[in-house]
């Protein structure tokens, strides 16, 4: 199956959560948003570098993504940019979510936002944070590879 028959179009990516968080494990969840919210997406104006994800009363809300207004409707009819908006996740994957983000002290990342016939959806992460020298090794083994890539080009 191909990206195209499926209907899947990726409008933002959080590349520097991967390099902030080691990801476990990811989940696929929609977003509650209004119409202005779904225009403006679509334009492909989605900031998820500041975001990030809580749990509240059995319920997933991400807070801090920045969604530009949408530049042709009038103020009035326009949202707030950077307002929470609830996630829309199965319960049992809340709670499956809750129990591993208190207990292990984890932290739940958007990855990126897509379209996927037709809908919104995020991909979101549950991270553990990075310690200094671990980024350093994450960015040494990348240059490592490059350094391959080149060698293994040249031959």
Same mark, same amino acid.
């Given at each position: 199956?191909?990206? /195209? ?8 990516? &959080?590349?520097?959560? +991967? ?9 696929? !969840?929609?977003?509650?948003?209004? #119409? ?5 997406? +679509?334009?492909? /104006?989605? &900031? ?9 009363? #059995?319920?997933?809300?991400? %807070? &801090? ?5 949408? @530049? ?5 009819? &326009?949202?707030?940019?950077? =307002? ?10 809340? =709670?499956?979510?809750? #129990? ?6 984890? @932290? ?15 991909? %979101? !992460? ?9 980024? =350093? ?12 890539? +080149? !060698?293994?080009?040249?031959?």
């Amino acid at each position: 199956m191909s990206d /195209k028959k499926e209907g899947f179009k990726v409008i933002s990516d &959080n590349r520097q959560a +991967r390099y902030l968080y080691e990801i476990i494990e990811t989940y696929e !969840a929609g977003i509650q948003l209004t #119409g202005t919210e779904v225009k403006s997406i +679509r334009a492909g /104006k989605v &900031n998820l570098q500041d975001g990030y994800a809580l749990l509240r009363n #059995g319920e997933a809300w991400l %807070i &801090n993504i920045h969604i530009s207004p949408y @530049t042709s409707s009038g103020q009035y009819f &326009n949202h707030e940019p950077r =307002r929470t908006r609830k996630l829309l996740l199965h319960r049992q994957e809340l =709670r499956k979510l809750i #129990g591993k983000v208190e207990q292990q002290g984890l @932290t739940l990342v958007p990855l990126k936002m897509y379209l996927q016939r037709g809908w919104v959806k995020v991909s %979101i !992460a549950l991270g553990k944070g990075k310690k200094l020298h671990d980024k =350093r090794e994450s960015l040494k083994r990348r240059q490592d590879q490059r350094d391959i890539q +080149r !060698a293994m080009k040249s031959y």
